[in-house]
């Protein structure tokens, strides 16, 4: 595979990102309209949507928005690779993409939230080897049995 061309998401790429949620089964992709419209109207420009292309398809989405009520913190809401390309740096580049954008707006930090299910156990590591940290654990948060998993991590300032 190439290295990855990451860019920001248009609406002509959406059907893509619709099939790479199809195809990791993380919600219904119908959802991603309603999710992506304000970012693709101009109404939140704050909010960061990024799509990996490899070898000429998309592969990867990531999407991130300020945490309302804060200063300087953001939520890592989606990270999602097309599962014949999960292992091959694509999540991690996408997650580096996106904390470079926000060092450029001078973010302080960024939270990530996943499932504590064994099943999360890989998306968990991803998380623990790019530097973030487990903050906090929300028990039989999603369902019973499911806890909710908070990573923590500080955005590195860009020298101006």
């Known amino acids: 595979m190439d290295a990855p061309d990451i860019r920001p998401l248009t609406a002509d790429q959406l059907?893509?990102?619709?099939?790479?949620?199809?195809?990791?089964?993380?919600f219904a992709p119908d959802l991603l309209d309603e999710m992506t419209a304000a970012f693709l109207d101009g109404a939140a420009p704050d909010d960061l949507?990024?799509?990996?292309?490899?070898d000429g398809t998309a592969c990867g989405v990531a999407y991130c928005a300020p945490e309302r009520m804060t200063e300087g913190a953001w939520n890592l809401l989606l990270i999602?690779?097309?599962?014949?390309?999960?292992g091959e740096g694509l999540g991690a580049a996408l997650t580096r993409h996106v904390e470079q954008a926000l060092a450029e707006r001078k973010a302080r930090i960024v939270l990530v939230?996943?499932?504590g299910l064994p099943s999360f156990e890989p998306t968990r590591a991803v998380y623990r080897r790019l530097g973030y940290v487990e903050e906090a654990r929300i028990r039989d948060f999603y369902a019973a049995g499911e806890d909710k998993v908070v990573f923590w991590k500080k955005i590195q300032s860009v020298a101006a």
């Open 49 to 54: 949507w990024f799509v990996a292309v490899a």
């Open 113 to 115: 939230e996943t499932s």
């Open 80 to 86: 999602a690779v097309r599962k014949n390309h999960q």
């Open 15 to 26: 059907r893509a990102v619709k099939s790479i949620i199809d195809d990791v089964g993380l």
